[in-house]
T-cell receptor
Framework: ELKVEQNPLFLSMQEGKNYTIYCNYSTTSDRLYWYRQDPGKSLESLFVLLSNGAVKQEGRLMASLDTKARLSTLHITAAVHDLSATYFCAVTEGGAQKLVFGQGTRLTINP | DAEITQSPRHKITETGRQVTLACHQTWNHNNMFWYRQDLGHGLRLIHYSYGVQDTNKGEVSDGYSVSRSNTEDLPLTLESAASSQTSVYFC???????????FGEGSRLTVL
């Protein structure tokens, strides 16, 4: 059974700082997603990573995938308040169409 | 624009009552999913469907059922609501195998 774990679960940081959220998964998978959720809102897709070594960047966010280590990272560069949200990684379960989600990382960026 | 809508957005019900949450998508996606979101658990899959007349159980399916009579709709029914089913429920759809999920706005259900 596929397990997806994120850490940290809570992260409070100051504007301008850099930080990384980690996503580990337990079995082989062929794609990984990162989603963002604002309080009381739905989930918005940020990135899809399809192969080992894949790197995607959008603004201050950069996601990478190491399929051998079964690890993805979401790196935040020079954080700004607008990035405050909960971030989820999700992994496809091998041979199935369904996504398994991590617990989410609640990110708070303080001025 | 194509979209996915859920109703009701908020509902309060009593223990033992039957509740149905509606999900309607206009993307013509074959794949539809129901997740529940609880603090500390992320999103957990309840049921999913790969097409008309197809339904499958997810990891937390006990006490829930779905039916798929057309491409656009996947209603979620709680046969006899329990307090443990108080949660936020998200419907999602995708176009391809293991593809990106598009989420509805969520339905917040409170069971008293």
């Amino acid at each position: 059974e596929l397990k997806v774990e994120q850490n940290p679960l809570f992260l409070s940081m100051q504007e301008g700082k850099n930080y990384t959220i980690y996503c580990n998964y337990s079995t082989t998978s062929d794609r990984l997603y990162w989603y963002r959720q604002d309080p009381g809102k739905s989930l918005e897709s940020l990135f899809v990573l399809l192969s080992n070594g894949a790197v995607k960047q959008e603004g201050r966010l950069m996601a990478s995938l190491d399929t051998k280590a079964r690890l993805s990272t979401l790196h935040i560069t020079a954080a700004v308040h607008d990035l405050s949200a909960t971030y989820f990684c999700a992994v496809t379960e091998g041979g199935a169409q369904k996504l398994v989600f991590g617990q989410g990382t609640r990110l708070t960026i303080n001025p | 624009d194509a979209e996915i809508t859920q109703s009701p957005r908020h509902k309060i019900t009593e223990t033992g009552r039957q509740v149905t949450l509606a999900c309607h998508q206009t993307w013509n996606h074959n794949n539809m999913f129901w997740y529940r979101q609880d603090l500390g658990h992320g999103l957990r899959l309840i049921h999913y469907s790969y097409g008309v007349q197809d339904t499958n159980k997810g990891e937390v399916s006990d006490g829930y059922s779905v039916s798929r009579s057309n491409t656009e709709d996947l209603p979620l029914t709680l046969e006899s609501a329990a307090s443990s089913q108080t949660s936020v429920y998200f419907c999602a759809s995708s176009a391809e195998w293991g593809g990106e999920l598009f989420f509805g706005e969520g339905s917040r259900l409170t069971v008293l």
